[in-house]
Structure formats: C-alpha cells, structure tokens
C-alpha cells in the first residue's frame, strides 16, 4: 500500500482566549464551499522559519487563519502556485483547501473580498451584575459604588441583546458576567442566564457564557452549578505570591493570592477548568516564568494582558509598562512554554489583545457587535467607559447606536491607523487597544504606545507554536496532519 507522505501539520482548535475584552472579528475572506476546479489559484508572500530540519514554520500574519508546519513536500505544492495555475485533478484538495484557509494561496479575485467583509462571529454583551468588589485592584478603573443591577434590569438587558441580535443577524450571544465582583450577585447569574436561554431557543440563537471572576469567593456549589448551565469561568491572578498580591489585594490591604490559588484547584478538582487571565505590568513582569509554569502545571488556558492605565490606576507610575522589563519578562514566560508546551494552542491569548489565530481588522468588538450594560441598564462601548454611556436597554437596537456614535471611543480598522498599514503583523495585531493608544496619544489613527513590546514577541510566540505542533505532532488530539 502506498503510505501518503505528510504536506502540512495544522494546529487543532484555535480560539481566543478569555480576556475582560470583546472579541476581534475575523476577516471571513474565504468562500465555503469553495470550489477549486476552473479557478486560479497563487501562493501569497509568507514568512517561514526553518524550526527543524525538513520542517518549515509557515505564517501570514497579513491574512488567513493561524499558521503550519510544511514538509519538504508541502513547501514544493506551496512553491508551485508562484505563478497562478489550476489545480489538477491529481492534487490533494484538502491540502489546497487548507493552505487557503490559513492564508498561504489564495484564489484570484477573492483578495478585494477580504478588507470587505468582515464576520461577526458573535454579540458579546458585559453583563454589570454590580459596581461593588470585595478586591482594590491597583489597576481597576471603577469606583466601586454600592450599586447592584436589579432582577429587573438584567432581564431588560438579555432582551435588548437578543432584540440588536435579531435586528442584525448575528448567529450567537455571548454573556460575560462581570462587575465589580460577579459572584457577590450568583443567583442572577443563573437567573439571567437561565433566561437567556429561553431566548436562545425561542429565537435559534446560539448562547455561550462566561464568568470574570476574582476567584476569592468561589465555592463548590457555585462551581457545580457554572458547570450545570454550562457556563465558562475566567480567574484573574497576575502572579505568585507577592507579584500578584501587589496587584490584586483585598480591599482591607490583605494580598489575595493564597484565596485566589485554593479557588483554581477547587475549580479544577471539581472538574472545571478555568481559563487564567494574567494583567503584566512592569511591577510583575518579572514573576511571569513563575506564573506561567503554575498555570502550565495545572494545564489551563491563559491570556496574558498588558495593563492598560485609566484615571483612577495613573498614580501608579511603577505600572507603567516599560519596554524592557515587559519583554524580557514575556520571554522569559515564553522560555517556560518552550520547557513545557500545553497541548491545546496559547495563540489566542500570548500576546496582550493581538489574536494570532485569524486575521482581523479591528482589535475588538468595540462599536461593532459589543455592548457594555452597567447595574441601571446603560449602555456603553467598552467597559472601561462604562460611566460613559451611549444609550439604554429600553432602546429598540441598542447595537444600532453604539455603532453610530461618533463622540467615544473610535475603534478603527487597522488599515487606518499611521504606523499599521504596512506592518506585517497588522491583521493579527490590528494596531492595539484603541482606548490605550488614545490615552497615550490623544489619537485614534495611529498605531499602539506598545508596538515595539509587539513586535519584539511576535516572531517568538510563533516560533513557540511551531514548536508545539512537532512535540505533538503524533497527537491527533493536538495537530491535524493532512
Ligand atoms: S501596533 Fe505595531 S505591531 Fe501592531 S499593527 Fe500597528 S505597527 Fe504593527
Ligand atoms: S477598547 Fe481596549 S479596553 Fe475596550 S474592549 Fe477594546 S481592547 Fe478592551
């Protein structure tokens, strides 16, 4: 029998990880179903890196969906599209099929098509259960009033999401139950969430949630219960020991990390694997090896954040994020990734808000499929403005006019900020958090305060999954081979 000689290795499930943010929508360029008789097809520029012998590391941060290793023989199929050709009938569709999809060919003609139609995955709403905390966080931007949302509200809210879902056609809601502190208001977790998908089924929505957590207040009930909804469960926590404590300590002054840490391994002897989000400043970048081997050890899912300064954390001028120290704190990370790779794919969450997973334009849904409720029943662009409101829940498509404002927060696409356009990386970075890069520069249109710490990481971060997909190259589980 013929043995089929391995062309590509493909990262299985890529996804963005959890993070406070909206997601970034991604440039949906290629047709389903796209039929490959009777069309031109030609290999884009790429990068590569030569990880081992005879394996190449393949990526297209300009377009298309993640990034592969090529065998000799997939780099030969690859270097034969230079010049446009047809497929022949001998050739091995699937491989084509999926050297589009993550960018590498491309069939004629469809290139215009990818800055145009951006796909919305799905409506991420911030569900402000209450303002109230049990946390100071050194870099929380809220006030901390004593204010919960009410039954009533949170129900207006699930309608006026489902209402802006409808209207504009999205296939998907998700919930991110969030505060202040969500677990000091459970029961409504479950009851809008319950509601919520009522609405779900009533109208063929999809619904998906997720809880962003502290982590102190969490018990085994609640964990059984997240389970039996089906609801996801984020946990912050910045560092070991004092590293996180420096960030996140109880409103008494007492450091957090140990409450924080039991909280994981409820979750996780509970069945409940919880997805970790570490905020990086230049006061923990230093602990983030450490950090990072704990979350690998327990074999989590992580997001690693830049702190973003706000008017209330600004004092704090030890935060600021100082080049240096920032990257050489996320190699060192990266270097116990490259000691332990996880099995499921970091590429979704590595680098701060860039998304390595797929291209996009915009670094998040802000103004376009998210909407921020706060505990009366606003509505805002980006929970960081949460107390600058756009409209309310008794709007008949709240998500119509957030999308019309043109007084907060601008998120432009990537191609229109100064500095981006011709940057390799730009659709998977998208230029940076918008709010950040206005904070800094009182500017929309132009590119992150943060870019070189970017750039500086980006070839690591795919260097670190190439990587990945050898060690678990056998692991049907982990890489397709096709
Ligand atoms: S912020 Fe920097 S790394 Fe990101 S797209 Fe712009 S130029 Fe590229
Ligand atoms: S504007 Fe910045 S803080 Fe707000 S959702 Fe977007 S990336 Fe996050």
Same mark, same amino acid.
């Given at each position: ?158 309608? *006026?999401?489902? =209402?802006?879902?409808? @209207?504009?056609?999205?296939?998907? $809601?998700? #919930?991110?139950? /969030?505060? +202040? ?69 109880? *409103?008494?002054? =007492?450091?957090?990390? @140990?409450?924080?840490?039991?909280? $994981?391994? #409820?979750?996780? /002897?509970? +069945? ?211």
């Amino acid at each position: 029998m013929k043995t089929r000689k391995v062309k590509i290795l493909v990262p299985q499930n890529l996804r963005l990880e959890e993070n406070d943010c909206a997601c970034s929508t991604k440039i949906a360029f290629v047709p389903e179903n796209q039929i490959l008789q009777g069309v031109l097809i030609r290999a884009l520029k790429l990068d590569y890196q030569e990880i081992y012998s005879g394996y190449k590391l393949v990526f297209n941060p300009q377009l298309g969906n993640g990034l592969a290793i090529l065998t000799s023989t997939g780099w030969n199929i690859l270097n034969s599209f230079s010049n446009s050709r047809h497929i022949t009938p001998q050739e091995d569709k699937e491989v084509v099929k999926k050297m589009i999809d993550l960018g590498f060919l491309a069939v004629e003609n469809d290139m215009q098509k990818a800055e145009s139609f951006p796909f919305f995955a799905s409506l991420s709403a911030w569900l402000h259960l209450t303002d109230r905390c049990n946390l100071r966080c050194s870099y929380c931007y809220l006030p901390h009033v004593r204010e919960d949302m009410s039954s009533e509200t949170g129900r207006a809210a699930v309608d *006026a999401i489902f =209402r802006s879902a409808l @209207a504009n056609g999205f296939k998907q $809601v998700k #919930l991110k139950y /969030a505060g +202040g502190e969500p677990l000091l208001r459970f029961s409504l977790i479950e009851e809008l969430y319950t509601y919520a998908g009522q609405l779900s089924e009533a109208n063929g929505i999809e619904l998906e949630g997720v809880v962003l957590s502290n982590g102190t207040l969490l018990t085994a009930e609640m964990i059984e219960t997240l389970k039996s909804l089906g609801l996801r469960l984020m946990i912050s926590l910045d560092g070991l020991g004092q590293y996180h404590d420096s960030h996140r300590p109880y *409103a008494g002054g =007492r450091g957090t990390f @140990a409450d924080v840490s039991e909280a $994981v391994d #409820l979750a996780l /002897a509970h +069945g409940l694997v919880p997805s970790i989000s570490v905020t990086v400043s230049s006061r923990t970048a230093e602990g983030l090896p450490q950090v990072m081997a704990w979350i690998l050890e327990r074999d989590m899912p992580f997001s690693l954040n830049f702190y973003r300064e706000n008017e209330l954390s600004a004092s704090h001028e030890d935060m600021q994020l100082d080049e240096k120290k920032i990257i050489n704190g996320m190699l060192a990370a990266f270097k116990v990734i490259e000691q332990n790779p996880p099995r499921r794919s970091f590429l979704g969450g590595v680098v701060d808000r860039s998304n390595l997973t797929a291209s996009h334009t915009h670094t998040c849904g802000v103004g376009q499929n998210y909407l921020v409720f706060d505990q009366n029943g606003q509505v805002a662009k980006c929970q960081m403005q949460i107390r600058k409101p756009v409209t309310d829940v008794h709007a008949a498509d709240p998500l119509a006019l957030i999308r019309a404002d043109q007084i907060g927060i601008q998120n432009l696409p990537v191609l229109e900020k100064e500095g981006c356009k011709t940057c390799e990386w730009k659709h998977w970075c998208a230029g940076g958090c918008p709010l950040t890069t206005h904070r800094a520069t009182g500017r929309y249109d132009v590119k992150s305060p943060n870019c070189n710490i970017y750039k500086a990481l980006f070839p690591e971060a795919v260097r670190l999954e190439g990587l990945r997909l050898l060690k678990y190259q056998d692991d049907p589980e982990v890489v397709v081979k096709l």
